[in-house]
């Protein structure tokens, strides 16, 4: 089992946080994985994307071209990254930000509005993580309190008030749909 996970969206919109808790998530889980960085010079705003691979043998490059699972969070990163998802893929999409995409054959599309449900439950800048919740659902990849508990373990003492308002994005994500 190989999954090439790509996540894009701009500086700023969690999307090298997301990354590392898949690749965090799935070192715990004793897999292999691989997790890349990449972006502008820019802190927020900028482009940024991050490719993640979990797999159970060992990892060739690191660099993902061609995901199984595209995580789009603006416009130009669903724009540019769609068209190389593999048949049979999968793109989670913020339909908040990226409300009617062009969509390619044989890939299944599932949006969530996640910067909306952000803003309607005071969870500013946790889009990311209700789209990791909404990962979760769908791919099975983690179990959720495992992920969760990883997650949080993750998070600085100086930074725990941030705790609840990440268990409770996750959530909504989790239970989207």
Known sequence: MTLNILLAGFGGQGILFAGKQLAKSAMCSDLQV????????????????CSVIISDVEIGSPLVVNP????????????????????GGRVIYDSTLIPSPAESEGVEHCPIPATGIASENNLDGMA???ILG???????????????????D????????LIEKNKKALELGYNFG
């Open 34 to 49: 691989s997790w890349l960085p990449s972006y502008g010079p820019e802190m927020r705003g900028g482009a940024a994307n």
């Open 154 to 161: 993750g998070i600085p003492p100086a930074r725990a008030a």
């Open 128 to 130: 990311n993580v209700i």
């Open 134 to 152: 909404y990962l979760l659902k769908l791919t099975g990849i983690f179990s959720y309190d495992e992920f969760l508990g990883h997650m949080i």
């Open 68 to 87: 199984d699972l595209l995580i789009a969070m603006n416009i130009p990163s669903y724009d540019k990254f769609e068209p190389n998802v593999v048949k």
